[in-house]
């Protein structure tokens, strides 16, 4: 198994895992109902890590998991997470990732950026979601917890080999 | 065609990206609308499972380590329940004699008896892992008697009070949509008042619901604090079901009807354990 493969594999499983916690245990961390979006650090640490490829996939992958276990339509959160991690992954190898303001800068970013891409989804499609209404409170609970975890999951994932810079293309 | 291929290897990045999104696409459109495809259900099916192990391995470890204050408060519980035990034996005896007089009432009335229904009992194994829908996924499934628009009830301060419905049945987990979500309709009755309206889930979000179609009139009879219960119209939900409580009142003077601002029964962050109402079979 190539070095890429056991990379998408290891960050799928991870974001995966992140949704299924999410679901589960981080309820109990939920600030006014509210919890963070570990799996949308995780695919940002990966596409900037990795490249278009591995972050697309990535997210294309966890996105339909989290599509199942929620009341989107199939496709709902695979969508999102596939741009994410296609936008995040062009910027591969041309980033410097210092150990704090970058994580928060980058999640901050992706975080609003999901909220106007569901936020678009949500009105072109009809779908039935309570969705960032108006850029709501949820949506800046959430950017705010998202911008405080990001320097340690970047730190914790940075120690994985396996997560490397990418150092030739997808095969 | 040399150059197919060539081109197909320059921009492998981006045609797989384009080919993903046009599925993506695709596949909202098809189960969009409440016309969710098997699909959904069987990766539904699956992925509650690790739900469940998680979920399961939760609660053993919390259980260990709270089961001796959990003890020391079952203790002053119980001193509590033998306390209450008397009252209800007193209340009991009261609401046997009412019972007796209802009934004979009913009959000189001519009324129907109400049905009770059967409660399937459920744990609440997850939540929706995105903040932009809010569900409640429940251990209870097609194999355990559970079909979609099956009403969901919770025990919580003494009173029984609504969930939401059954929306997503798997094989052996469902999703319950909660009345806080704001596609949620219930037609809904002021219990003393008796003004008919319909309550929605609140775009504020948390336990807060607003309640709109509330005649004008009702403005000077409605009490805060006043309980708001299922009306039964529409047939999803039965009758007399607490929602919650009103806690504000907007009466604007260009609109023909009241709004108000409904604080529900069920504390939903506290919920645990529910009951689906099966109300097909008594």
């Known amino acids: 198994m190539s070095r890429d493969q056991k990379a998408f594999l290891m960050s799928s499983g991870m974001i995966a895992l992140a949704v299924v916690l999410q679901s589960t245990l981080l309820r109990w961390v939920a600030i006014r109902g509210v919890i963070p979006d570990l799996a949308l650090i995780i695919l940002v640490f990966v596409s900037i890590r990795r490249g278009s490829m591995n ?24 969508f999102i997470r596939t741009v994410v991690g296609f936008l995040y992954g062009l910027t591969a190898g041309n980033l410097f990732v210092d150990p704090v303001l970058m994580p928060v800068l980058l999640t901050v970013i992706a975080t609003l950026f999901k909220a106007l891409i569901s936020s678009l989804l949500v009105a072109v499609l009809s779908i039935p979601a309570q969705g960032f209404s108006a850029f709501a409170g949820p949506l800046w609970i959430e950017l705010g917890y998202n911008a405080v975890l990001a320097p340690f999951l970047f730190a914790l994932l940075g120690l994985l080999k396996t997560l490397k810079p990418q150092d030739k293309e997808w095969p | 065609m040399p150059g197919i291929p060539s081109f197909i290897r320059k921009n492998k990045n981006g045609l ?55 003890l020391k408060r079952l203790r002053s519980e119980l001193a509590d329940a033998r306390e209450r035990l008397m009252e209800y034996e007193r209340v009991s005896r009261d609401v046997a004699e009412l019972r007796r007089e209802n009934r004979a009432l009913r009959e000189q009335l001519g009324v129907a008896q109400n049905l009770s229904f059967r409660y399937i009992s459920a744990e609440v194994i997850a939540r929706d892992p995105s903040n932009q829908f809010s569900t409640v996924m429940v ?45 949620s309709y219930v037609a809904a009755r002021l219990q003393s008042s008796r003004f008919d309206g319909l309550v929605a889930g609140s775009q504020a979000g948390e336990d807060m619901l607003t309640m709109s179609y509330v005649k004008k ?66």
Request: aromatic share 8%; net charge negative.
């Open chain 1, 55 to 78: 972050g697309q996939l990535s997210g294309f992958v966890t996105g339909v998991i989290e599509d199942f276990l929620s009341l989107s339509p199939l496709g709902f959160h695979a």
């Open chain 2, 16 to 70: 797989v990206f384009t080919a993903i999104l046009v599925l993506c696409l695709l596949l909202m459109m098809f189960t969009n609308r409440n016309v969710v495809l098997q699909p959904k259900k069987a990766g539904q099916s699956v992925f509650s499972m690790v739900q469940l192990s998680i979920h399961a391995v939760s609660n053993w470890f919390t259980g260990t380590v709270t089961s001796i204050r959990e």
């Open chain 2, 139 to 183: 251990n209870r499934g097609r194999m355990h008697g559970l079909r979609e628009d099956m009403p969901v009830i919770a025990f919580q301060g003494g009173l029984q009070g609504l969930v939401g419905r059954v929306v997503l049945v798997s094989l052996n987990s469902s999703i319950v949509q909660p009345i806080t979500d704001p596609n």
């Open chain 2, 217 to 282: 009139l009702a403005v000077n009879e409605v009490q805060y604090g006043e309980l708001v219960i299922t009306s039964g119209m529409g047939r999803l939900f039965p009758e007399g079901i607490h929602i919650g409580r009103v806690r504000e009142m907007t009466a604007k003077s260009y609109g023909a009807s009241l709004e108000l601002e409904v604080e529900s029964i069920v504390d939903f962050s506290r919920l645990e354990f529910v009951y689906i109402i099966d109300t097909e079979q008594p």
